[in-house]
């Protein structure tokens, strides 16, 4: 099994996958999340009700901080330089839910998909921090790469 894993060697032993011999490439990738809440909640959040301030503008500036971040937070993942992070907070006010979508991109050598994952989970946590005084129930949850493009894998797009 550790030899199916790129993380580790032969021997079981955690090692950074070099990259270096990989051609520059154009990639993308796009992750989702969402944090479920009581509608109460999710009104005053989507109102822009909330005493911390904006929970949307919160959470996307945390999330784009966080995907800059990734190689600090996730052993063993490249730092890369992201040409562009875009985040997203939509309700879904029948799954009584604040939906986060990250799109992240770089041309380079190795994936962005952490750094999309990343920027989800940094986004989701955010929301909870700024809304946990009016609901401490709320429920991350489904974050998941939903596409990525480039490299010599080529595309994955997630069947919903």
Same mark, same amino acid.
């Given at each position: 099994m550790?030899s199916?894993?790129?993380?580790?060697?032969?021997?079981?032993h955690?090692?950074?996958?070099?990259?270096?011999?990989? *051609?520059v #490439?154009?990639?993308e990738?796009?992750?989702?999340?969402?944090?479920?809440?009581?509608a109460?909640?999710?009104?005053?959040a989507?109102d822009g009700?909330?005493?911390?301030g904006?929970?949307? +503008? +919160?959470?996307?500036?945390a999330?784009?901080?966080?995907?800059?971040?990734?190689?600090e937070?996730i *052993?063993?993942?490249h730092?890369?330089?992201?040409?562009s992070?875009? &985040?997203?907070i939509?309700g879904?006010?029948?799954?009584g839910a604040?939906?986060v #979508?990250a799109? +992240?991109?770089? +041309?380079?050598?190795?994936? &962005?998909?952490?750094?999309a994952l990343?920027a989800?989970s940094?986004a989701?946590?955010?929301?909870?921090?700024?809304?946990?005084?009016l609901?401490?129930?709320?429920?991350i949850?489904?974050?998941s790469?939903?596409?990525?493009r480039?490299?010599?894998?080529?595309?994955?797009v997630?069947?919903?």
């Amino acid at each position: 099994m550790a030899s199916d894993l790129t993380h580790l060697d032969s021997a079981g032993h955690a090692r950074m996958v070099d990259v270096g011999d990989k *051609p520059v #490439t154009a990639r993308e990738a796009v992750a989702e999340g969402r944090v479920r809440m009581s509608a109460q909640t999710l009104k005053k959040a989507l109102d822009g009700d909330s005493k911390k301030g904006s929970v949307g +503008a +919160a959470a996307e500036f945390a999330g784009i901080m966080g995907a800059k971040r990734t190689a600090e937070l996730i *052993p063993l993942c490249h730092q890369i330089a992201l040409s562009s992070v875009r &985040v997203e907070i939509t309700g879904d006010e029948a799954a009584g839910a604040l939906v986060v #979508t990250a799109h +992240a991109k770089t +041309a380079g050598q190795t994936g &962005v998909e952490m750094e999309a994952l990343t920027a989800v989970s940094v986004a989701c946590l955010t929301i909870y921090d700024m809304l946990k005084a009016l609901d401490r129930a709320m429920v991350i949850e489904g974050i998941s790469l939903l596409e990525k493009r480039g490299g010599a894998s080529g595309e994955y797009v997630r069947r919903r």
